[in-house]
Structures are given as structure tokens and as C-alpha cells.
């Protein structure tokens, strides 16, 4: 049974760095698109990034390009998200989603991962 299982949050200071990890397994197919996705508390979910496992091509959220980097590295089934100059607005559940259809929506989800941006 396919799953994703993220790992990295945790407490961070305003101005910091953190890295978020994403271990996938079950998987049949290689061709998918992989994408990070976040919920503030009190909010609806926020849609951070995707890359596509093929080409690696990536696509941001206006408004984290720059500050947040997500990489793959299939040789380890692990997807990344590089935080850096973290906010405190970025603080959330920071979700790991598949689209192995291809269809413009995730279908699989991880459990989630809390960071929290506070000094």
C-alpha cells in the first residue's frame, strides 16, 4: 500500500532554516507529480509547492518563491522542502501529496508534520 510518511518539522526561531522530508513507499508508478501543501491553524489548506518526477520541473506559490526550495531524490523515494527566512505566518502542518494520476490533484497524503516559526 502506497504511503508517505514526512518527517523535519519542529520549532524554529524567525529568520531560520528548516528542512522537511517526505519518505515514499509503495509506489508502482515513477511518473507522478509530488507537491508540499500546508495548513495554518484556523485556516484551509495552502498549496506550497510541486515537482514533477520526471523532469523535476518545480512550481511555487507566489508569494514562498524564493524562501522555499522543494528537491526529490528518487534514488531514496524522498521528497524535500527547504525552508529558509522562515515567518512566523509559515507556521503550520506542513502535508507530503502525490498525484499519480496526473490529474491536477493530490490522491495521496502523508500524516503531516507541525512546524512552528516562534521565538
Known amino acids: 500500500q502506497a504511503q508517505l510518511v514526512e518527517s523535519g518539522g519542529g520549532l524554529v526561531q ?6 522537511l522530508s517526505c519518505l515514499a513507499s509503495g509506489f508502482t508508478s515513477s511518473s507522478y507529480y509530488m507537491g508540499w501543501v500546508r495548513q495554518a491553524p484556523g485556516k484551509g489548506l495552502e498549496w506550497v509547492a510541486t515537482i514533477y518526477s520526471v523532469h523535476s520541473n518545480t512550481n511555487y506559490a507566489d508569494s514562498l518563491k524564493g524562501r522555499f526550495t522543494i528537491s526529490h531524490d528518487n534514488a ?6 527547504q525552508m529558509n527566512s522562515l515567518k512566523s505566518d509559515d507556521t503550520a502542518v506542513y502535508y507530503c501529496a502525490y498525484d499519480t494520476g496526473l490529474g491536477g490533484s493530490f490522491d495521496h497524503w502523508g ?9
Request: net charge positive; no cysteine.
Open 14 to 19: 524567525p529568520g531560520g532554516s528548516l528542512r
Open 76 to 81: 531514496k523515494n524522498t521528497l524535500y522542502l
Open 111 to 119: 500524516q503531516g508534520t507541525q512546524v512552528t516559526v516562534s521565538s
